[in-house]
Antibody, heavy 121, light 108 residues
């Protein structure tokens, strides 16, 4: 059974930093790309970052580029999101999700339950 | 960037109704279109992949269609457990992929 468990969320002041983790199990972690998706209060879903299976390719939304860093430890089956220079607008539930890359299309087939990040003074 | 526009943004329906949600892409995305269901406090759930593929374990009352720029999610015979927010997502462009703004399905 595929499981994704996020942790590391909390309350942080504007300008602060936080590192999110996503522990994965039930699949060959190193073979799949992973992504972080967030949902701000009252808003829709936004994909903020993606990383390839080997960790050699990373992608970021413009809203977080230069402030967030995605990484992974394939020996521990853990995905990370280092968030620096946090802003009030980064307040959101953060989900990690597994990526399936098929011939016809690509999709996020499994999701974690999320971890809440609140940026406030 | 590819923009995804869903309509309506919300709708009220009764149990047993047929519900249709549309999603339009700002450029052609072939069949690189997925649909998710999201309930408060829960993880988003994949319903439909590649425009019309039914994810394993998802009831057959959910169906998807379309290609190019126009796509549809249909729920045939709405059930109580289907009241949720639904999102389309394009995976045609380089990541990060974009979602529609969501359609909230409420009880009439």
């Amino acid at each position: 059974e595929v499981q994704l468990l996020e942790s590391g969320g909390g309350l942080v002041q504007p300008g602060g930093s936080l590192r999110l983790s996503c522990a994965a199990s039930g699949f060959e972690f190193r073979s799949y790309g992973m992504t972080w998706v967030r949902q701000a209060p009252g808003k829709g879903l936004e994909c903020v970052s993606e990383i390839s299976g080997r960790g050699d390719n990373t992608y970021y939304a413009d809203s977080v580029k230069g402030r967030f860093t995605i990484s992974r430890d394939n020996s521990k089956n853990i995905l990370y999101l280092q968030m620096n220079t946090l802003r009030a607008e980064d307040t959101a539930m953060y989900y990690c999700a597994k990526i399936y890359r098929g011939v016809e299309a690509h999709w996020n087939d499994y999701w974690g339950q999320g971890t809440l990040v609140t940026v406030s003074s | 960037d590819i923009q995804m526009t869903q309509s309506p943004s919300s709708l009220s329906a009764s149990v047993g109704d047929r519900v249709t949600i549309t999603c339009r892409a700002s450029q052609s995305i072939s069949k690189f279109l997925n649909w998710y269901q999201h309930k408060p406090g829960k993880a988003p759930k994949l319903l439909i992949y590649a425009a019309s593929g039914l994810q394993s374990g998802v009831p057959s009352r959910f169906s998807g269609s379309g290609s190019g720029t126009d796509f549809t999610l249909t729920i045939s015979g709405l059930q109580l457990e289907d009241f949720a927010t639904y999102y389309c997502q394009q995976s045609y462009s380089d990541p990060p992929w974009t979602f529609g703004q969501g359609t909230k399905v409420e009880i009439k």
